[in-house]
């Protein structure tokens, strides 16, 4: 066998001893004689909790191995989606010239939080003891029970990973309290279709197509009976926490802001070619985002599940963003600039001391809805002149 096949029944086996140990872990905390209350003994308890352990290692090594293959997968499927365009354009160029004759791209085993440097916790909670709710956050990391799929220390303007993680906590119980009400999910919904339909109107792109997947994607994530199934779809994804933070923020835009910040050397090669013209390059960027989206999807286990809508609204953003921020100097990319400044300027206020009160979890959700609203409304003004 090769090592890629030997690779690939590695990760068959373990995905097969994952579902043996889950088995044992309900059976052991499980009781025949449902009428009695269960009563574990220190044994059953320590191999309980030997078994969540490894478990929750070997969840860790499946997603970064899916994550891992799902990278070199989107690598390829660029590369052989610019060389098919240029190769075909090429093709055309030399029919042009006969016609007319004589005329002239790390991934570890290792999960973020267990990267996480966390040598100042315990002076974190000596200095934060006038902000309950940032001193429960660091308690939490303590006890150890905070996990996220990348550490945003840099990206939040936190000073260190126990600063950052503390907070990651509160966040997301505040943010459970913002969206449990149907007046703020209303609000958020509508401004995000506003805005991004707004993006897409100045790059004079028709956004209705836009507005029919954005509306079915909503209309998705807010039937309940689809959480199970979103969940286990992001959690194949590293997805740690079934919160707008991560969702929307971390593995929707922070994520698709790292890419595009790194895209692959066959798309630096076609855009910073000068022998080529703009309309041929964002041609070309276009054809290879949508080969990406088409091969992605091919893979997916569950086609109409969350992700299969998400690749829908991107084959309408994803190109013109792609273009925004890798084209040259213009109103879009300029548009885009803005994009980015106003969802990581949110993201940094709501991760900020001075911004947000980490007192109570009612002060945190009051001034993430404050603060999101202000940002929204900013970008509907600036989007609307």
């Known amino acids: 066998m090769s090592p890629i096949q030997l690779c690939h029944l590695g990760f068959e086996t373990l995905q097969t001893a994952v579902s043996y140990w889950e088995d044992a872990n309900v059976k052991l905390l499980s009781t025949e004689d449902q009428s009695k209350p269960v009563i574990h003994d220190a044994e059953t308890l320590a191999l309980h909790q030997q078994l969540e352990r490894l478990l929750d290692s070997s969840y860790r090594m499946m997603d970064s191995y899916e994550r891992q293959c799902e990278r070199q997968a989107d690598q390829v499927a660029f590369d052989s989606a610019i060389t098919a365009f240029t190769t075909e354009m090429d093709r055309a160029s030399e029919r042009r010239s ?82 449990s009400n149907n007046s703020n999910k209303d609000y958020f919904r509508r401004m995000g279709r506003q805005i991004i339909g707004d993006i897409l109107l100045k790059s004079e792109r028709d956004p209705d197509e836009f507005f029919v997947a954005y509306d079915e994607m909503m209309d998705y994530v807010f039937k309940s009976t689809n959480w199970p199934q979103m969940e286990e779809e992001l959690k194949g994804r590293g997805v740690k926490s079934f919160t707008f933070y991560d969702v929307v923020l971390d593995f929707i835009l922070m994520d698709a802001f790292d890419d595009l910040s790194n895209p692959p050397s066959s798309v630096i090669t076609v855009v910073q070619n000068r022998w080529l013209s703009n309309g041929f390059k964002e041609t070309a960027l276009s054809t290879a985002v949508w080969s990406v989206l088409k091969a992605k999807r091919r893979m997916l286990k569950v086609p109409d599940g969350f992700i299969g809508r998400f690749y829908s609204i991107s084959e309408h953003t994803s190109p013109v963003l792609a273009w925004g921020f890798l084209g040259p100097d213009s109103t879009l990319k300029e548009i885009c600039l803005y994009f980015k400044d106003l969802v990581l300027g949110f993201i940094s206020d709501i991760f900020s001391f001075e911004k947000s009160r980490y007192t109570t979890l009612d002060d945190l959700a009051e001034d993430i809805v404050r603060l999101g609203k202000q940002r929204c409304e900013d970008a509907s003004i600036k989007l609307a002149t």
């Open 98 to 179: 006969l016609d007319n004759g004589s005329q002239s791209d790390q991934d570890s085993f290792v999960s973020a939080t267990d990267m996480a440097n966390l040598a100042d916790l315990d002076n974190h909670r000596e200095m934060f003891q006038h902000l309950p709710l940032y001193e429960a956050g660091l308690l939490e990391l303590k006890h150890g029970t905070i996990t996220c799929r990348t550490l945003r220390t840099e990206m939040t303007h936190c000073l260190s990973d126990t600063e950052f993680l503390a907070k990651l906590h509160c966040l997301r119980l505040a943010l459970e309290i913002i969206f």
